[in-house]
């Protein structure tokens, strides 16, 4: 019993995963099919150059299953996706990832464009330069422009990666908004330690980073947050990953970073085994997406001249396959677990617009070089016609 | 070290069963690919402590292997053949540690993009294996009951949604002693069909009284071995140098008796448990899960003819601003976020169930603790139906069974 899989006829299943989702926006929200629009991003982007061009890309480290989203019975638990961001961004329905389903790991092969092979719970840089390296390289964008808030101390290394060529001083700067939290908060506390665990998919582990100077620095210069203060409102919010959208809007305000990366984590509960926990988490994101967009539609610095991309790493496991236990987990490399959705929305992108075509998850950072003129190298995807 | 290399000593370490098992198979063992192996051997190892439903199906494989021509063999093992694997997984001692062997196969597929063949491998393998040695069907047709909604009062929302579909849905069950008619019946199944692991009762909380010819898990009698276990856990993870991976092999290291188990004179049991706790995710901290991961186990392992679970309250998650504030209060529970865990639990019992020989005569009954509503499956309910004839528990089986 232990060693029988289902049969994973994974390209056919992907293609009925794209099709349902098509279906299912179609009807709740009247998109059209994307085929007729096709390079009609470049004519849209023209207005603003790539120089004064903002990305935000915001993923998610624990993918939501469709019949918890986008299906017809899940949809409303993604309301503020559904009625707000859909309705004015180019939906593609189709992402396989076809790497490794591990949050950090994945996250790493997103921001390289190659699926990267390193241990998912050790604390590595990517093999290859990410998105922040050619960004900054080509560009020659200071430190400040690229910035990454993840949410866990696994993450401490993807703003940069150990390639020769780019590498040391090249990439992005890194916040880790719980990490702030515990250099913050005064020591006599036990109870928070669950609430800062690393990692929901290896619950009891958290590699450990170096002392709280560092993190008190970016407190207090780079945020412009007194510690009380910090501390204070952390205490008004209900999620790791509210912090992170906390932190999220300080930068933007203080620093208009030009290449703005959020992974959030809050979904990946779903590895403890609770439904309700997860979807508590799905419902969370979905408002916490919503909020990002509207910063960026606020902010002087990003207003009308932000393109905001949402995508979870990757999918989570189907009810189906006797070697998962549904949704708690994405071990078994199914269909699901592999194929996700992307949204792109803001400057330069058609509205209502649903796109069917299979892509890759290394297909985004060639998307960004395109739109923001570097030129990633080595990254193994490709540029997205209807967006680059 | 490759499969040819095996001969009986390196089986020397093996439980006693389990070494005479294999060694009566060295032959057969030295012309499989190490693709597969190790993870026979992984199921071979544990023979001691395996059901017999589990212990059965071994058997005929291991006898269906040695049966094979050089034709046959090749046929049902080139696409394992065709997966390329590293020096460093071929110097592993897999005799001894086919499990670990097994997780780091696993990574090694994933880092060389070979999950999908192996997949393929696997998935053939299993459907020669099913027509070759087909699976008993149970003696009887199973039962599986979900007793779900401890602690809740009232609730609004739709229940079942994901299992109406399948059976009928009532609404006016009456609820007195709806639970200890559900325990009467699965005794009487007990009694009326003894098999050694065929009739089981998992409560996510403190057991009500039961037959003792049920087997009985429940997160209440756990507590001090969940404890212990968190505790053991800490320890180790505190200590410089430790990684994910060094937890998971040290925890599967474990032995019942180092967890305070082994006390029931039923080793079997004692060692299920521990790997309930030992391997599964947040089985530990919530009892959803727990009740939801046993019972998932259970089926996969020793295919019971009944299997009632009962859910019971888990602990409350605690948002962060709780948690931040210098308030400290007892452990809280969540019944209402506990009854959407289980409503959802119960469909995974029920698929779980459906994956077993004989599912077409299979029945499955889920019912809202101490209210009305209920749902039930079986070749005998019509799908997709719903009653408000007023009715019972021991009638609604009556009618499933």
């Known amino acids: 019993m232990g060693r029988i899989y289902k049969p994973a006829a994974a390209n056919e299943l992907s293609r009925n995963l794209a099709s349902s989702r098509r279906e299912f926006l179609r009807n709740a929200a009247g998109l059209t099919l994307g085929g007729a629009v096709l390079g009609s991003g470049a004519v849209a982007r023209a207005a603003i150059s790539s120089s004064k061009r903002k990305v935000v890309v915001i993923t998610f480290g624990g993918g939501a299953r469709d019949q918890e989203t986008f299906a017809p019975e899940g949809q409303i638990n993604i309301p503020h996706l559904m009625s707000e961001l859909i309705p004015q961004s180019t939906f593609f329905t189709q992402v396989v990832n076809r790497g490794i389903l591990g949050h950090y790991v994945a996250t790493a092969s997103l921001a390289t464009g190659v699926y990267e092979t390193i241990n998912n719970f050790a604390s590595l840089p990517p093999e290859h330069p990410t998105v922040f390296e050619y960004f900054r390289k080509d560009l020659k964008r200071p430190p400040s422009d690229a910035w990454v808030v993840a949410p866990s101390n696994g993450f401490n ?32 506390h036990s109870d928070y330690q669950h609430l800062l665990r690393d990692n929901y998919e290896t619950p009891f582990y958290a590699p450990e980073l170096g002392g709280s100077e560092v993190e008190l620095h970016q407190l207090e210069n780079i945020l412009k947050l007194s510690v009380d203060d910090f501390k204070a409102h952390a205490r008004t919010l209900s999620s790791p990953d509210e912090l992170s959208v906390y932190v999220v809007r300080q930068l933007m305000r203080q620093e208009a970073p030009s290449l703005l990366w959020i992974t959030m984590h809050d979904i990946d509960v779903a590895h403890a085994g609770a439904y309700s ?68 929305l803001g400057t330069g992108v058609r509205q209502g617009v649903v796109i069917d075509r299979p892509m890759e998850s290394t297909d985004l950072v060639p998307t960004l070089g395109a739109l923001l003129n570097f030129s990633p190298s080595l990254a193994q995807g490709k540029p997205i016609p209807e967006l680059a | 070290m ?17 070494r005479k098992l294999v060694t009566g198979y060295v032959l057969t063992l030295q012309a499989l690919p190490l693709t597969f192996v190790p993870n026979l051997l992984r199921e071979a190892i544990e023979y001691d402590f395996e059901f017999p439903t589990e212990r059965k199906a071994l058997e005929k494989e291991l006898a269906n292997l040695q049966s094979h021509s050089a034709v046959q063999q090749k046929e049902w093992f080139q696409g394992f053949a065709q997966i390329t694997l590293s020096s460093e997984l071929e110097q592993m001692d897999w005799v001894n540690s086919p499990a670990q062997f097994v997780e780091r196969l696993s990574a090694h597929l994933w880092a060389t993009h070979q999950l999908d063949a192996f997949r393929k491998a696997a998935t053939e393998y299993a459907g020669r294996l099913h027509a070759a040695a087909p699976p008993e069907p149970p003696p009887v047709p199973r039962l599986g009951i979900a007793v779900i909604g401890q602690g809740v009062s009232t609730y609004d929302d739709p229940m079942f949604r994901k299992l109406r579909p399948h059976g009928g849905y009532f609404s006016n069950v009456k609820p007195e002693g709806g639970l200890r008619m559900l325990l009467d019946a699965v005794a009487a199944r007990a009694e009326k069909t003894p098999i050694s692991y065929g009739h089981w009762y998992v409560d996510g909380g403190e057991e009500a009284e039961h037959s003792s010819a049920i087997t009985c898990v429940s997160y209440h009698a756990l507590e001090p071995v969940r404890a212990d276990l968190l505790r053991k856990m800490r320890t180790e993870i505190e200590k410089p140098g430790m990684g994910p991976e060094t937890l998971r092999t040290l925890l599967a290291q474990m032995s019942p008796a180092g967890l305070g188990l082994g006390k029931s004179g039923d080793a079997v049991l004692d060692r299920f448990q521990m790997k309930i706790l030992t391997e599964g995710s947040g089985t530990q901290i919530f009892s959803t899960i727990f009740a939801q991961w046993t019972a998932r186990e259970a089926l996969r392992r020793a295919q019971p003819c009944t299997l009632l679970v009962r859910f019971a309250p888990r602990q409350r998650q605690k948002p962060m601003n709780e948690l931040l504030s210098d308030k400290r209060d007892e452990t809280e529970l969540d019944p209402l976020g506990s009854l959407i865990d289980a409503d959802f639990g119960a469909y995974y019992n029920w698929i779980n169930q459906q994956r077993l020989p004989g599912a077409d005569q299979s029945s499955f009954l889920a019912w809202f603790e101490n209210h009305g509503n209920a749902v039930a499956i079986g070749p005998s309910m019509p799908r997709g139906t719903e009653s408000n004839k007023t009715t019972d528990l021991r009638e609604l089986i009556s009618w499933m069974t």
């Open chain 1, 157 to 188: 290394r993807i703003g940069e990666s150990s390639h020769r060529s780019y590498g040391s001083g090249l990439g992005a700067r890194v916040i880790l908004p719980k990490h702030l939290l515990t250099a913050a908060l005064s020591s006599g």
């Open chain 1, 277 to 344: 926990l997860y979807i508590d988490g799905i419902r969370r994101t979905d408002r916490l997406c919503a909020e990002v967009w509207k910063m960026i539609q606020s902010e002087v610095e990003y207003a009308g001249k932000t393109t905001l991309f949402i995508l979870p790493d990757f999918g989570r496991d189907s009810d189906d396959d006797s070697g998962g236990n549904g949704f708690q987990h994405h071990r078994t490399g199914d269909a699901p677990s592999r194929t996700t959705w992307m949204m792109a």
């Open chain 2, 2 to 18: 490759l499969p040819r290399d095996l001969n009986t000593e390196r089986f020397n370490r093996y439980p006693p069963e389990a």
